[in-house]
């Protein structure tokens, strides 16, 4: 059974930095693409970024690119999402995601097959 949990979410103020993690457990995800999504209240989960199989296939959501830095360990079966010069706009929870034998990371909720419990991120302004 695929697992994936977040970490590292909390309340931060605007202009700081926060770090998530995802752990995947019940499959190795070396061939899998990875993704990020926020979801604020009131709002539909919107995708923020994510990673093929090869580290260097990155994509980002405007409203992120130059803040946010995600990333892979295949041997830790985990990822992350650097968060820098946060904003209250950033507040939400924030969900991982597996989209399985994906070589480029789709940017589309429906093409992803596993997903996290999620981790509540705050910015105060």
């Known amino acids: 059974q695929v697992q994936l949990v977040e970490s590292g979410g909390g309340l931060v103020q605007a202009g700081g930095s926060l770090r998530l993690s995802c752990a995947v457990s019940?499959?190795?995800?070396?061939?899998?693409?990875m993704g990020w999504f926020r979801q604020a209240p009131g709002k539909e989960r919107e995708f923020v970024t994510g990673?093929?199989?090869?580290?260097?296939?990155?994509t980002y959501a405007d409203s992120v690119k130059g803040r946010f830095t995600i990333s892979r360990d295949n041997a830790k079966n985990t990822v992350y999402l650097q968060m820098n010069s946060l904003k209250s706009e950033d507040t939400a929870v924030y969900f991982c995601?597996?989209?399985?034998?994906?070589?480029?990371?789709?940017?589309?909720?429906?093409?992803?097959?596993?997903w996290g419990q999620g981790t509540q991120v705050t910015v105060s302004s």
């Open positions: 990673i093929g199989w090869s580290s260097g296939s990155t």
């Open positions: 019940g499959r190795t995800f070396i061939r899998d693409a």
């Open positions: 995601a597996l989209s399985l034998g994906y070589y480029s990371a789709p940017r589309s909720r429906r093409d992803y097959d596993y």
